[in-house]
T-cell receptor
Framework: KAGVTQTPRYLIKTRGQQVTLSCSPISGHRSVSWYQQTPGQGLQFLFEYFSETQRNKGNFPGRFSGRQFSNSRSEMNVSTLELGDSALYLC????????????????FGPGTRLLVL | TQLLEQSPQFLSIQEGENLTVYCNSSSVFSSLQWYRQEPGEGPVLLVTVVTGGEVKKLKRLTFQFGDARKDSSLHITAAQPGDTGLYLCAGAKSGNTPLVFGKGTRLSVIA
């Protein structure tokens, strides 16, 4: 079974631009979560989508948004990029909701490394 | 304030040595997970511990969940170069709350 795939793997943008990242979950998985990973803050939760609905949201500004399609593929968008948005963006898929109560195993993709100049 | 504190932040050891890394919090978690992340890859789940005092073994890796479910440790026996990576702990609190990750311990095992 193919793993979680993310495209593109690397991206360079300049301040003020916007970017869209894509994530294809493992076949059959309905939940996709997005995380931002930086050396200073570690892995921080952005949001989770399940059945095309956002089920959970982390503490990030409104410039960060996402969506999920009927085939469970997900995209996240960052508008008006700032230098501090440079990070590795990871998505993770699971069969069901990835919240604490479910203890669903999350499978991570390799990430998209975004550099904002 | 980081909810989960991992220590040490960096660790460099020789092949064959033993080591322990820690994941501490002042909060109680319903479960705790350990992941290993290698360069250019996403984290891979190693283990989930759910019961206070629980000990789980995965070959040379031993994971322990504290009795009060506020902390956890990962012990590696006879470390090998293949153990090199970033070890992350992640805690789940309750309900539908998302996982909270520590910043990780970056381990380097030198042959």
């Amino acid at each position: 079974k193919a793993g979680v795939t993310q495209t593109p793997r690397y991206l360079i943008k300049t301040r003020g631009q916007q970017v869209t990242l894509s994530c294809s979950p493992i076949s059959g998985h309905r939940s996709v979560s997005w995380y931002q990973q930086t050396p200073g803050q570690g892995l921080q939760f952005l949001f989770e989508y399940f059945s095309e609905t956002q089920r959970n949201k982390g503490n990030f500004p409104g410039r960060f948004s996402g969506r999920q399609f009927s085939n469970s593929r997900s995209e996240m968008n960052v508008s008006t990029l700032e230098l501090g948005d440079s990070a590795l963006y990871l998505c993770a898929s699971s069969l069901g909701l990835a919240g604490a109560a479910s203890q669903e195993t999350q499978y991570f993709g390799p990430g998209t490394r975004l550099l904002v100049l | 304030t980081q909810l989960l504190e991992q220590s040490p932040q960096f660790l460099s050891i020789q092949e064959g040595e033993n080591l322990t890394v820690y994941c501490n919090s002042s909060s109680v978690f319903s479960s705790l997970q350990w992941y290993r992340q290698e360069p250019g890859e996403g984290p891979v789940l190693l283990v989930t511990v759910v019961t206070g005092g629980e000990v789980k073994k995965l070959k040379r890796l031993t994971f322990q969940f504290g009795d009060a479910r506020k902390d956890s440790s990962l012990h590696i026996t006879a470390a090998q170069p293949g153990d090199t990576g970033l070890y992350l702990c992640a805690g789940a609190k309750s309900g539908n709350t998302p996982l909270v990750f520590g910043k990780g311990t970056r381990l380097s095992v030198i042959a």
